[in-house]
Each structure stands twice: as structure tokens, then as C-alpha cells.
């Protein structure tokens, strides 16, 4: 049976109605015809873009600097017309890749995927396997764009197809090192934009940390919420006097205050300190997740797309932390809004991530992507468009290095 892509997704919602229901009174044909059709999809092309976002200054973290979000733009094509886009973000300083290993990773990964099913999903994440521990960008890349294939062939936008129901939320704004002046200043900026949650990056000298975020309360006063991120720039004894010393400024509570090696470390500073530990760097997949759940070495959780490699382990590991009780945030590093709105689905889509830090293009020069999230003053709202929801400006692409 040859049908057009219009016809392939008719065909494909009205056996999902028959499916959902007898009531509909399709005829069994029908649903035939659609399971046919899906069974039919097949890959017929992957294409690779260098996709460079310069910054309008440089993002800067205990353990690194960035001055450009230098990531992959993927695109899946189909023999039915449905198309998937995916972004790879990859941070040197916190996941050991780059744009140039991401692209060596995706040639692979694409070698792997034509001519195969693009809904089954785990199946082909099991066969990339290994490597999304070199390079969980890369695989997450290709993980964003098979999801965003299944939620049109499934013609509901993705956080609902994944059982989820609201579409906006809350998200905070990071502020990155810098002076202490230029950190006050900054954050006075997101709290006049009417943010209600901060995210302030520590991890240096202890006593600077604490003037800084001083500095900070004073100027945006109580009603804002704080949170702080020391990517790993402490030493547990920094830590814990850190965190003792910044009690009474109302911290929410501090993402990975020591080295993601050091478990047994992260876990002294949480039975110390007087705020909550979330665990970051030391959390990509869901092994980890056990890992630090059968230590009691954090509160809770940031889920990375990037860092897990992809919605399902991202999934996966929300899952654990519900199994164990524990509240998720999902986070972000300079992804573009094609990233972020794949991410933000993931938020929608489960409720123990209570908390969002989806802000990675806030400083990206330029936006390059059509539709996706929006965001007003720190609220997050969905797009009901079916898959992820957007796409890439064709005009941008044309410029893209292709690989």
C-alpha cells in the first residue's frame, strides 16, 4: 500500500481511534490498514548539521567556561514523510564531549539506523548501546528526534502521548560566575522579569560564595527563591561550611557540592548540611540513579536529557526516584529552544519532577528555532503542536555545515 504522508498519519489516527474504542464504529479494515502502515515505516535518511549558537557572553561555572553552544542538529527522515529532529548539547567540562566527538558518534549511530523501524525506540537505543556512555548527547540527539517521529505518527504532542497532562510550569534562571557586582546586577535583572526562581552558580572560595549570594538576597529580597549549583568546585569540609554559613539566606537547595566520583563525599555533606543536596554530575543514567539512591547520598535528583542520553533514560530515571520517594528537576547546558522544548516534555510528563532549570538559551545570540516552549516571566507553557512541537528555521539550515 503506497500512501501519502498526509494519508499515512489519516490512516494512522483513525486506528488509533479504533483502538481506543469500539464506539467509533471503524471498520476492522481499518485498523488493519493502520497497523500495516506503521509496520511499513522505515529510516531513509539521517542528516548531520554542525549547529553553532554563539553567546552573548561567556557561561561560566566553577569547573568550566563556555563562549558558544557548538552542537548537532539531527534530522530523521522517513519513507512516509514524517520527520524527526533531535539537538545534541555537549559540555565538555561536565560530560568529557565535544561537537567533533558528537559527530564522529552520530556518522556511526546513523549507519545504525537506515532502514529501520523509527518506533521502536528502545530497541534501537539497545543497538547504539554503548555509546552513550563517550557521548549521551549524541545518542540523545537521536533519542529527541525518534520521539519527536512518534508523537506525530501518534498526532498528540509528546508530554501527553508519555501520560502527561499539564502544559506549563515553572522554570528558573540561571545566573553564571562572575563579579560579585555583575552576579547582583544580573539577578535583580531576572527578578525584575518576574522570576520567581533563581539559580545561582557557587563553587569557588566558600566565603566569596557567601558574599555574592549576600549580595544577592539583599537585592532581590525574600520573595524570590534561590537555589545554588557548585558544580563540583567544593571539597567536603568547603562544603559543609559553605552550606552551614549560607543557612539563613533561604536557600532552596544546592546541586552537587562535591566531585560526581565521590559518593561517599556527596553523602557527608548531605548528613551535615542544613539545605537539601541535589545530585548532578554524578547522576547521567539510570545505574547511577540506584547508585546514589542505595548510598542516601542526595535528596533529589537533576535529570540531564544530555547527560542520560535521551526522554527514555531521562524517563527511566524519574521512575527510580518515584520508586525511592525523591523529587527530580530537570536541567539543561546550552541547548537551543529544540532541546529545551524535548526536555520541558519530559518535565510535563512526570509528577515527581517538581522542579525545572530549562534556561540554557537565555543567552544564545540568536534563536533559530520555529515554535516550541515559550516562556513569560519564569512560566513555561507547552506547545499542543503533535511531537516536539517545532522546527528549525529552514533559512537557518541552509547555512548549517552538514556532515
Not at 190 to 212: H, I, N, Q, S
Not at 300 to 314: E, H, P, Q, R, Y
Request: proline share 5%; net charge neutral.
Amino acid at each position: 500500500m503506497s500512501l501519502s504522508r498526509k494519508g499515512f498519519l489519516k490512516m494512522l489516527g483513525l486506528g488509533a481511534l479504533a483502538a481506543g474504542s469500539k464506539a467509533y464504529g471503524l471498520p476492522s479494515k481499518a485498523l488493519e490498514d493502520a497497523r500495516a502502515a506503521a509496520k511499513k515505516l522505515k529510516i531513509t535518511d539521517v542528516e548531520i548539521f554542525l549547529f553553532d549558537i554563539p553567546l552573548t557572553s561567556p557561561f561560566r561555572i566553577a569547573i568550566g567556561e563556555m563562549k558558544a553552544a557548538n552542537d548537532l542538529l539531527i534530522r530523521i527522515r522517513t519513507d512516509q514523510g514524517v520527520v524527526g529532529l533531535g539537538e545534541a548539547c555537549p559540555f565538555p567540562p561536565i560530560t568529557g564531549e565535544t561537537q567533533a566527538t558528537n559527530a564522529a558518534a552520530a556518522r556511526s549511530i546513523r549507519d545504525m539506523l537506515i532502514g529501520k523501524d523509527p518506533l521502536a525506540i528502545d530497541a534501537l537505543l539497545r543497538e547504539i548501546g554503548p555509546l552513550v556512555h563517550s557521548n549521551p548527547s549524541a545518542v540523545a540527539a537521536f533519542d529527541m528526534a525518534l520521539h519527536d517521529i512518534l508523537g506525530k505518527v501518534a498526532g498528540l504532542p509528546l508530554f501527553r502521548l508519555l501520560g502527561g497532562t499539564k502544559n506549563t510550569f515553572e522554570t528558573d534562571i540561571t545566573t553564571s560566575l562572575d563579579t560579585l557586582e555583575n552576579m547582583t546586577a544580573e539577578s535583580k535583572k531576572y527578578a525584575d522579569m518576574g522570576y520567581k526562581t533563581l539559580k545561582v552558580k557557587v563553587g569557588l572560595d566558600p566565603d566569596e560564595d557567601f558574599a555574592r549570594l549576600s549580595a544577592i538576597r539583599a537585592a532581590i529580597g525574600h520573595g524570590v527563591a534561590i537555589r545554588i549549583d557548585a558544580n563540583q568546585g567544593w571539597t567536603v569540609p568547603q562544603a559543609v561550611y559553605a552550606l552551614r554559613k549560607m543557612e539563613p539566606l533561604a536557600i532552596q537547595f544546592c546541586e552537587q557540592p562535591v566531585l560526581a566520583s565521590d559518593t561517599a563525599g556527596l553523602k557527608a555533606v548531605r548528613s551535615q548540611s542544613p539545605i537539601a543536596i541535589m545530585a548532578d554530575e554524578a547522576l547521567f543514567g539510570p545505574a547511577d540513579a540506584i547508585k546514589l539512591i542505595r548510598a542516601e547520598a542526595c535528596d533529589t535528583f537533576n535529570i540531564k536529557v544530555m547527560k542520560a542520553g535521551g526522554l527514555l533514560n531521562s524517563i527511566r530515571i524519574a521512575h527510580i526516584a518515584d520508586a525511592a520517594n525523591m523529587r527530580c528537576m530537570v536541567g539543561c547546558m546550552l541547548e537551543s529552544k529544540l532541546a529545551l522544548t524535548a526536555a520541558a516534555h519530559v518535565v510535563a510528563s512526570q509528577a515527581n519532577i517538581v522542579y525545572a532549570d530549562l534556561d540554557g538559551n537565555s543567552d544564545h545570540v540568536t534563536d533559530p528555532i520555529i515554535d516550541g516552549i515559550t516562556v513569560k516571566a519564569g512560566v513555561l507553557t507547552l506547545p499542543e503542536k503533535p511531537g516536539l512541537g517545532c522546527d528549525v528555521d529552514p533559512a537557518y539550515v541552509k547555512k548549517l555545515q552538514k556532515i
